[in-house]
C-alpha cells in the first residue's frame, strides 16, 4: 500500500485511517482527499502515483467527469447575480440560435435543473466533434428537446455544459468559457482547477479502472445499471447521452480531451482546489480578497430544491437545485448530514460538496474509476468517518 503523505491533526487521525482503508481494502492505488471546515483546513491527503514514475502530489489534477457540473453552475450563478441572466427568462433572449427546434421556451432555470428536455442529441454525432466548441454550439443550436420542456426531469450528462457554457461565455462577453471560470472563480480563490489541461500537462493524473470491484456500500447508479438501461432502449435517450460518440465514454486520457473544454465532463482539479471551492461556498462564499464568490440570495439558490422525480436518462430518483445535485438519504446521494448540503459527484468516484450547516467544503479525486455514476463507495467511507467525528449537531 502507498503511503500516505499530507498534513492533519490527531483529532482527524480516524479519517485518514479510513482513507488508508480504502487503499488496503478497495484497490485504491491513487486519490487524494481534502476537508475544510469553517474555511480553513482540516484534513489534505494524497498517496499512489499519478502515472508509472510520477508520485502525487498535493496539487495533482485529476479529471473530474460530472463533478466539473458545480463549476458550471457556480458560473451560470454569478451571472445571475451581477443581473446578467434571469433564471426565467428563455435562454433565446440571450442567444437567439438556441430556440430553434422547439427550444424557444426553454429557461436558463430549465437548463439548470435538468428539465429542459435537452438530455441528447438525436443526431449521430462524429467522434471529434465534442472537441471543438464552435461544432458543438452549432449542435445544441440543432437539437430538439425530447419531450416538452418543462414536463420531466432527464440528466444532461454533456449538453448541459454546453448549452450553459456558451450561455454564460455571451453574457459575459468572453471569448472562452474557461476565461470566465479562471477569472471570475480560479482566480479569486487562488485556484488553479479549470476546464481541460494544457499538452502535457505535468500536474494531470491518468485515469485507469479501478482493478477490484466495490461492494457492501449502497451504490443504486453504477454502470452495471445503466447498461441495463441503454440495452432495453437502444436508441433512446440514455444511449444517445452517453454514447453519442463513444469518445464520451473512451477519450478522458487524450491529449485531444484535455486541451478542449468539455464544461460538464473535463473539469480538472486536485481535491484540495474542489474543497477549497466548496469551503468557501458553504461559508458565505467568501474569496480570498474578502469579497463574496455569490451574495446571500445567490448562495442560497445552490441548496434549493427545484426537481426531485424518476429521472428519465438514469433511472433513479434524483435531486436537483440550480446546477447542483441535492443531499438523499441514500449513501450514493448523501452529502454529508446537512439539511441543506449540495455538490455534484462525478463518474468514477470524484466528488465536490458543501455542507453549509456544518461549514463543511469537501474534495475527493481519484485516478482509479469505478463504476459509480453517483457518489461511490469510497468518498461514501470517507464521509461516514468525517461526520462521524463531527458528531450529531452541527
Not at 15 to 36: C, H, K, P, Y
Not at 157 to 162: A, H, I, K, R
Not at 235 to 248: D, E, I, Q, W, Y
Request: aromatic share 8%; proline share 5%; glycine share 12%.
Amino acid at each position: 500500500m502507498s503511503e500516505i503523505q499530507g498534513h492533519w491533526s490527531k483529532r482527524w487521525q480516524p479519517l485518514v485511517d479510513a482513507f488508508a482503508q480504502n487503499m488496503a481494502e478497495s484497490g485504491e492505488e491513487a486519490a487524494a482527499l481534502a476537508v475544510f471546515r469553517a474555511g480553513a483546513p482540516i484534513v489534505s491527503i494524497w498517496a499512489g502515483e499519478a502515472e508509472a514514475g510520477r508520485p502525487w502530489e498535493e496539487r495533482t489534477q485529476v479529471n473530474l467527469f460530472s463533478a466539473s457540473k458545480g463549476i458550471v453552475a457556480l458560473a451560470v450563478l454569478q451571472m445571475v447575480d451581477e443581473g446578467k441572466l434571469t433564471l426565467d427568462c428563455p435562454v433565446a433572449d440571450y442567444w437567439p440560435g438556441f430556440g430553434s427546434a422547439g427550444k424557444a421556451s426553454i429557461t436558463v432555470r430549465d437548463l439548470l435543473c435538468h428539465r429542459s428536455g435537452l438530455s441528447a442529441l438525436k443526431e449521430r454525432v462524429g467522434e471529434k466533434d465534442i472537441f471543438d466548441w464552435e461544432t458543438m454550439v452549432r449542435r445544441v443550436e440543432a437539437a430538439e428537446p425530447w419531450w416538452e420542456p418543462g414536463e420531466k426531469q432527464g440528466y444532461s450528462p454533456f449538453l448541459f455544459g454546453w448549452a450553459l457554457g456558451e450561455l454564460v461565455r455571451r453574457v459575459a462577453g468572453a471569448d472562452r468559457f474557461s476565461e470566465c471560470v479562471r477569472e471570475r472563480i480560479a482566480r479569486p480563490l487562488g485556484l488553479s482547477l479549470g476546464f481541460g489541461a494544457g499538452p502535457g500537462d505535468v500536474r494531470v493524473a491518468q485515469s485507469r479502472p479501478l482493478k477490484r470491484p466495490l461492494g457492501g456500500a449502497s451504490n443504486g447508479a453504477d454502470s452495471q445499471s445503466l447498461g441495463r438501461i441503454m440495452k432495453a432502449d437502444p436508441r433512446g435517450v440514455t444511449n444517445k447521452a452517453f454514447s453519442n460518440p463513444m469518445t464520451l465514454l473512451t477519450a478522458s486520457n487524450s491529449e485531444d480531451w484535455r486541451t478542449a473544454e468539455i464544461p460538464a465532463a473535463n473539469g480538472h482539479s486536485s481535491a484540495l482546489d474542489l474543497a477549497t471551492l466548496y469551503g468557501a461556498l458553504a461559508n458565505g462564499g467568501a474569496a480570498l480578497n474578502g469579497q463574496s464568490l455569490l451574495s446571500e440570495a445567490a448562495l442560497s439558490r445552490c441548496s434549493e430544491e427545484l426537481t426531485f422525480e424518476e429521472d428519465q436518462v438514469l433511472g433513479l430518483p434524483l435531486r436537483f437545485g440550480h446546477g447542483f445535485m441535492l443531499s438523499q438519504k441514500r449513501a450514493d446521494c448523501r452529502f454529508g448530514r446537512g439539511r441543506g448540503a449540495f455538490g455534484h459527484p462525478g463518474a468514477g468516484g470524484c466528488l465536490g460538496f458543501a455542507d453549509p450547516d456544518y461549514g463543511i467544503g469537501f474534495g475527493y479525486v481519484t485516478g482509479r474509476m469505478g463504476q459509480s455514476l453517483l457518489i461511490d463507495p469510497r468518498p461514501q467511507r470517507l464521509i461516514d468517518a468525517l461526520y462521524d467525528l463531527l458528531g450529531d449537531a452541527p
